[in-house]
């Protein structure tokens, strides 16, 4: 939010929508400038691990850890800079943290110690030059998650760590499962013939198992395709592809019971679509209000469209009726802070 033309009068904000409620809350954690991007994870628990990318001066990302929907936050650091990507931490139940981090060859480094102290647990160079990924090609990790139980009653896999990235060569999507001191691929083939370059954008944990949003192709062939695993990432189901109108990808995220959003498009052609793990087609909403940033599933189905204009957020909910507004936010933005 803020004036986007400028990058130092940008502020990135987290927004909170509670269960039973229908206004969302300003939860932006205090005290760091959040001019280079936020990302955040929530954890079974329901506690919420958020952190800052750098930005100017700030070449670290601090972290910030609520347990009570963002209304106060323990603040925390990270060894280094965290990855651009929307699955950039991975926040667990039981006080395990992930974190991707950037760099000239990217990392994910590991904490159980209350994020006193961090390990390093995979790397871009090692996990490239093992030879289970050589079909992949990797150029870059893209994602991080936790695989979640097997629902089909077997083993599962919850807990261990998967990897996504971004493959120079493949038909399947750079999907990577750590199995002791080993990686193994678990990533399903594409549908049709995007051979080529893919790119995994999101590594989602739902009440269907585990979910992943992947690109193939880049440019104006750029499909996106969403795929479910219900039995620890031994078998998916995968949507069918969705066209991404200049590849572009504004917006992503699920509901809760596992299904896709997705808004694609330029603005003046934005629109937004659900695909579900049963009917694997994408079904296209109303095209959300111009200026829309998301389109996000709210816990009691409907879906509600985020417009930022400088230092106000309008909530638009779509009913019958198509679009309209239910709710305005002030949100108190310090111009000139980060000068």
Same mark, same amino acid.
């Given at each position: 939010?803020?004036?986007?033309?400028?990058?130092?009068?940008?502020?990135?904000?987290?927004?909170?929508?509670?269960?039973?409620?229908?206004?969302?809350?300003?939860?932006?954690?205090?005290?760091?400038?959040?001019?280079?991007?936020?990302?955040?994870?929530?954890?079974?628990?329901?506690?919420?691990?958020?952190?800052?990318?750098?930005?100017?001066?700030?070449?670290?990302?601090?972290?910030?850890?609520?347990?009570?929907?963002?209304?106060?936050?323990?603040?925390?650091?990270?060894?280094?800079?965290?990855?651009?990507?929307?699955?950039?931490?991975?926040?667990?139940?039981?006080?395990?943290?992930?974190?991707?981090?950037?760099?000239?060859?990217?990392?994910?480094?590991?904490?159980?110690?209350?994020?006193?102290?961090?390990?390093?647990?995979?790397?871009?160079?090692?996990?490239?030059?093992?030879?289970?990924?050589?079909?992949?090609?990797?150029?870059?990790?893209?994602?991080?998650?936790?695989?979640?139980?097997?629902?089909?009653?077997?083993?599962?896999?919850?807990?261990?760590?998967?990897?996504?990235?971004?493959?120079?060569?493949?038909?399947?999507?750079?999907?990577?499962?750590?199995?002791?001191?080993?990686?193994?691929?678990?990533?399903?083939?594409?549908?049709?013939?995007?051979?080529?370059?893919?790119?995994?954008?999101?590594?989602?944990?739902?009440?269907?198992?585990?979910?992943?949003?992947?690109?193939?192709?880049?440019?104006?062939?750029?499909?996106?395709?969403?795929?479910?695993?219900?039995?620890?990432?031994?078998?998916?189901?995968?949507?069918?592809?969705?066209?991404?109108?200049?590849?572009?990808?504004?917006?992503?995220?699920?509901?809760?019971?596992?299904? &896709?959003?997705?808004?694609?498009?330029?603005?003046?052609?934005?629109?937004?679509?659900? &695909?579900?793990?049963?009917?694997?087609?994408?079904?296209?909403? &109303?095209?959300?209000?111009?200026?829309?940033?998301? &389109?996000?599933?709210?816990?009691?189905?409907?879906?509600?469209?985020?417009?930022?204009?400088?230092?106000?957020?309008?909530?638009?909910?779509?009913?019958?009726?198509?679009?309209?507004?239910?709710?305005?936010?002030?949100?108190?933005?310090?111009?000139?802070?980060?000068?």
């Amino acid at each position: 939010m803020g004036h986007l033309d400028d990058p130092l009068n940008t502020f990135w904000q987290l927004f909170h929508l509670s269960s039973g409620s229908n206004r969302w809350v300003l939860a932006t954690p205090p005290g760091v400038a959040s001019n280079g991007g936020l990302v955040a994870s929530i954890a079974p628990s329901g506690s919420v691990l958020a952190g800052f990318e750098p930005t100017q001066d700030l070449l670290f990302s601090p972290l910030a850890r609520s347990t009570d929907q963002g209304a106060t936050w323990a603040p925390s650091v990270l060894p280094g800079a965290l990855a651009p990507v929307p699955d950039s931490l991975v926040a667990s139940s039981d006080g395990q943290e992930l974190a991707l981090l950037r760099g000239g060859r990217g990392r994910v480094v590991d904490s159980d110690t209350g994020m006193l102290s961090w390990k390093t647990v995979a790397s871009e160079r090692t996990l490239a030059a093992d030879p289970s990924t050589s079909a992949c090609g990797i150029e870059q990790f893209t994602a991080i998650g936790l695989g979640a139980a097997d629902l089909a009653g077997g083993t599962g896999t919850a807990g261990t760590l998967i990897i996504g990235a971004a493959c120079a060569r493949a038909d399947h999507s750079g999907i990577f499962e750590q199995v002791g001191d080993d990686w193994v691929p678990v990533g399903p083939a594409l549908p049709g013939a995007h051979v080529g370059q893919t790119e995994v954008i999101r590594l989602l944990t739902t009440p269907n198992g585990t979910a992943a949003l992947v690109r193939a192709g880049t440019g104006s062939t750029a499909t996106l395709f969403a795929m479910w695993s219900t039995d620890g990432l031994k078998r998916w189901t995968i949507s069918a592809g969705l066209p991404l109108a200049g590849g572009i990808l504004t917006s992503t995220g699920t509901t809760t019971s596992g299904f &896709v959003v997705a808004v694609t498009g330029a603005d003046a052609r934005r629109s937004a679509s659900v &695909v579900s793990p049963v009917a694997t087609g994408w079904v296209h909403l &109303v095209a959300p209000p111009a200026g829309t940033s998301a &389109v996000v599933a709210t816990p009691e189905g409907f879906f509600d469209a985020l417009v930022a204009s400088q230092s106000t957020l309008d909530v638009y909910t779509l009913g019958r009726g198509g679009w309209s507004r239910t709710q305005m936010l002030s949100v108190p933005i310090q111009y000139g802070s980060s000068g």
